[in-house]
């Protein structure tokens, strides 16, 4: 019996030894008989107790040997296997076959333009401003001349959050002005583009977030002419060389006096008559100087300096720079309207 188990050891040695691994189906019956879980060598170690006592302890080395050796011809195997798989991948590279095209995304129409607004007027020495979007209720309307009560606050319907009323979220970033101007000493030159809110019924001409750029510039001696030549430069780097504007006189609670522009859009087809009303003229932004109470509000001597300030929303603005007719296309992130726009902006 002793003897046996001996003689079936070696044989399986043998065996072992002269397996040869040369793919993953031999590496498999391989792993099977020698090394896996109910492989052929583990019931063997139970033989030990019917080998005499003097040959116990050869047996048993020589058994851990085979098992040794068992794992190593499978590790060896299997390193040699996967570097021949690499090698067949590698030379089975087309290098002449074309790249697959890596396809770029685009930018949002609302960036092109935002982008394209913050370029012109960067030219004209202003500089980005941005602030919060939840805002209190100070920054947002007392200081831009709009008090409670004040019958203006009813042009902007506002969310104010639940846990204060103080807190709202801002209806435009005039915020960012009373903030800049709490904050820094004129000269001031910035414009503030970001998100607002307003609490309107969502339709194809308004939406209850929109975007808006507002301009600000205090300094001594500004005037209303200075505001004018400025808008004039921004339409026509914004809608054509040739572009005209006009000023319409308006009111806003923050601007004394106040004013909306208008560009000349003509009267060329059906659409044209739509958009304009008939007049061929469109409202592009609110516009006027700052009011003295205004600058009073944030500490500015309004004696000493005088500002000019703007407005403008931006779906506004992309709306008739792309011929688009509803707002709410901004905010549906459908690719096949997104990808239409390509800009270097
Ligand atoms: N804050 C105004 C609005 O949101 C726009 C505006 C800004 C008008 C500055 C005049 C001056 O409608």
Request: charged share 30%.
């Given at each position: 019996m002793s003897v046996n188990a001996f003689d079936k050891a070696k044989e399986l040695m043998e065996e072992i030894?002269?397996?040869?691994?040369?793919?993953?189906?031999?590496?498999?019956?391989?792993?099977?008989?020698f090394v896996g879980a109910k492989n052929i060598i583990k019931p063997l170690?139970?033989?030990?107790?019917?080998?005499?006592?003097?040959?116990?302890?050869?047996?048993?080395?020589?058994?851990?040997?085979?098992?040794?050796?068992?794992?190593?011809?499978?590790?060896?195997?299997?390193?040699?296997?996967?570097?021949?798989?690499?090698?067949?991948?590698?030379q089975n590279i087309d290098l002449t076959?074309?790249?697959?095209?890596?396809?770029?995304?685009?930018?949002?129409?609302?960036?092109?333009?935002?982008?394209?607004?913050?370029?012109?007027?960067?030219?004209?020495?202003?500089?980005?401003?941005?602030?919060?979007?939840?805002?209190?209720?100070?920054?947002?309307?007392?200081?831009?001349?709009?008090?409670?009560d004040h019958p203006a606050r009813?042009?902007?319907?506002?969310?104010?959050?639940?846990?204060s009323v103080e807190r709202l979220l801002r209806t435009h970033t005039s915020s960012v002005q009373s903030r800049l101007m709490t904050s820094t000493k004129p000269p001031i030159r910035i414009i503030a583009p970001g998100r607002?809110?307003?609490?309107?019924?969502?339709?194809?001409?308004?939406?209850?977030?929109?975007?808006?750029?507002?301009?600000?510039?205090?300094?001594?001696?500004?005037s209303f002419a200075d505001l004018k030549q400025t808008l004039l430069y921004f339409a026509q780097e914004m809608y054509g060389k040739n572009t005209k504007i006009r000023l319409r006189p308006s009111y806003f609670p923050f601007t004394e006096p106040s004013a909306e522009m208008d560009v000349y859009w003509g009267l060329n087809d059906e659409v044209d008559y739509r958009i304009t009303k008939g007049t061929g003229w469109l409202e592009i932004l609110g516009c006027g100087m700052v009011d003295p109470n205004v600058l009073d509000n944030c500490d500015i001597d309004p004696v000493k300096y005088t500002g000019f300030a703007f407005g403008m929303g931006i779906e506004r603005q992309a709306m008739l720079l792309h011929r688009i007719d509803d707002i709410r296309a901004f905010f549906e992130n459908d690719v096949r309207f997104l990808e239409q726009f390509k800009s270097v902006f």
């Open positions: 030894k002269n397996f040869k691994i040369n793919n993953e189906q031999e590496k498999e019956i391989f792993r099977k008989r170690f139970g033989e030990i107790r019917n080998i005499a006592n003097e040959d116990k302890k050869a047996f048993g080395q020589y058994l851990n040997e085979m098992k040794q050796t068992a794992e190593k011809i499978f590790a060896e195997a299997s390193v040699k296997l996967e570097m021949i798989a690499d090698s067949n991948t590698t076959r074309s790249a697959e095209p890596i396809k770029l995304g685009t930018r949002h129409p609302i960036s092109i333009v935002n982008n394209k607004i913050i370029d012109i007027f960067t030219k004209l020495g202003f500089t980005v401003a941005e602030d919060r979007e939840i805002e209190d209720d100070w920054h947002n309307f007392t200081a831009m001349n709009t008090p409670e009813d042009m902007q319907d506002t969310f104010y959050l639940k846990d607002v809110y307003r609490n309107e019924t969502i339709s194809a001409r308004s939406h209850a977030q929109f975007h808006q750029v507002e301009g600000l510039y205090i300094d001594e001696g500004v």
